[in-house]
Structures are given as C-alpha cells and as structure tokens.
T-cell receptor, first 113, second 115 residues
Framework: DADVTQTPRNRITKTGKRIMLECSQTKGHDRMYWYRQDPGLGLRLIYY???????NKGEISDGYSVSRQAQAKFSLSLESAIPNQTALYFC????????????FGSGTRLTVV | AQSVTQLGSHVSVSEGALVLLRCNYSSSVPPYLFWYVQYPNQGLQLLLK??????LVKGINGFEAEFKKSETSFHLTKPSAHMSDAAEYFCAVSKSGGSARQLTFGSGTQLTVLP
C-alpha cells in the first residue's frame, strides 16, 4: 500500500457542487498538507496541519476548507466548485521538521465543468 | 520570504548527454533545498536534499546538486541522461530553523530525453 493515498484519482464535477477530496497516510506523521498544481505554476499550498487540532491556511485557501479527522486523515473540500479550481491536487505528509522532505500522494485530477 | 526560480520550463537533451536543470533561490536565512521529480500520472518523489551539511549532494538515479551560496543556486545535474529520466522536476526551498518549516516550490522544468 502507498504511504499516502488520495481518493478519488479523477473526478469531474459541475460548477456549484460541493466536493471532498480525501487523503490518508500510513507514515505516522503529524504534519499534512494540501497542494494544488497548475501547469507553469508549480505547486501552491492550500492548507496545512501540524496536528489534529492545528489547521492553517496556505497561500491560496480561498474557496477551500479542510478537516483533520485523525492523525492519518486530512480531507479537502470545495464548498462550491468553480471552473478555475480545475487542477491536480496533491496531499503530502512530513516529519516534525520537514527536514527529510515530504511524501506525496499520487494526486487527484479534478475537473469542474 | 523564501522563493525559488527555475530557469527554463522545458529542457531537451539527447540520451547520454549531460543534464543540467537550473534553480536559484531567495532566502533571508540559510535555506534547506530540495529537488523532486514527477513522472507522468504520479506524485512527487524526493530526489535529493540539502540541509546545511555537504554542499555537493548526491541523490537517487545518478542525480546530484551543488549548493552555491555565493550564486544562490542549487542546480541539478546528471552526467548521462537516460530515457527514463524524462519527467518534470521541481526545486523547493524551506527556511531552516523553527517549527513552521514549509516548502515553497518552483514552477517546474519538463525534461525531455531524445533518442
């Protein structure tokens, strides 16, 4: 099994719909992250969580919300999806300081029509 | 705030040729630097990292990078490209020290390896 599992892998949804992307990890790490990847822009941080009770906004949090259900689970929600949220979304986890880099999931490709 | 600039969104090399992917960073404090690789339809995989130890860092698959403080650079190299190296490569930076370390990514460089 993968260290970081994201579901679904692909999703097409309509404008205005609520959608949740799920992430679970088996690394036993406290820190989890949600990134968005767009061509030519690299990865941009949406939200991050250092433990179950600690949730923080990243650089592009508008239009998104998150829930840390457990140490191993961190979900991302789009309350009312819009077409410019079409992107590849990645979940990641890291150790206490991030010194050893992040472990990424395989991504969720979301299309909003 | 720290940032990274990757010069060249697309790089093409012939199989067997030198691979050089450029990354310059901006950081007000000594940075930690990373290179990640993304193969098609996959997540990002850590290639190598610099965390203030040796300035020449060796990673997986024959890649290495050299931290040059005077040039604020952390370029990725491989002596001989292989077809399997075709992928997108991302440079990332984080601040050293403190507990709030997060990664800031460059915009990526797509490497094409020509037969």
């Amino acid at each position: 099994d993968a260290d970081v599992t994201q579901t679904p892998r692909n999703r097409i949804t309509k404008t205005g719909k609520r959608i949740m992307l799920e992430c679970s990890q088996t690394k036993g790490h406290d820190r989890m992250y949600w990134y968005r990847q767009d061509p030519g822009l690299g990865l941009r941080l949406i939200y991050y969580s250092f433990d179950v009770k600690d949730i923080n906004k990243g650089e592009i949090s508008d239009g998104y919300s998150v829930s840390r259900q457990a140490q191993a689970k961190f979900s991302l929600s789009l309350e009312s999806a819009i077409p410019n949220q079409t992107a590849l979304y990645f979940c990641a986890t890291s150790g206490p300081t991030g010194d050893y880099g992040y472990t990424f999931g395989s991504g969720t490709r979301l299309t909003v029509v | 705030a720290q940032s990274v600039t990757q010069l060249g969104s697309h790089v093409s090399v012939s199989e067997g040729a030198l691979v050089l992917l450029r990354c310059n960073y901006s950081s007000s404090v000594p940075p930690y630097l990373f290179w990640y690789v993304q193969y098609p339809n996959q997540g990002l995989q850590l290639l190598l990292k610099y965390t203030s130890a040796a300035t020449l860092v060796k990673g997986i698959n024959g890649f290495e990078a050299e931290f040059k403080k005077s040039e604020t650079s952390f370029h990725l190299t491989k002596p001989s490209a292989h077809m399997s190296d075709a992928a997108e490569y991302f440079c990332a930076v984080s601040k050293s020290g403190g507990s709030a370390r997060q990664l800031t990514f460059g915009s990526g460089t797509q490497l094409t390896v020509l037969p």
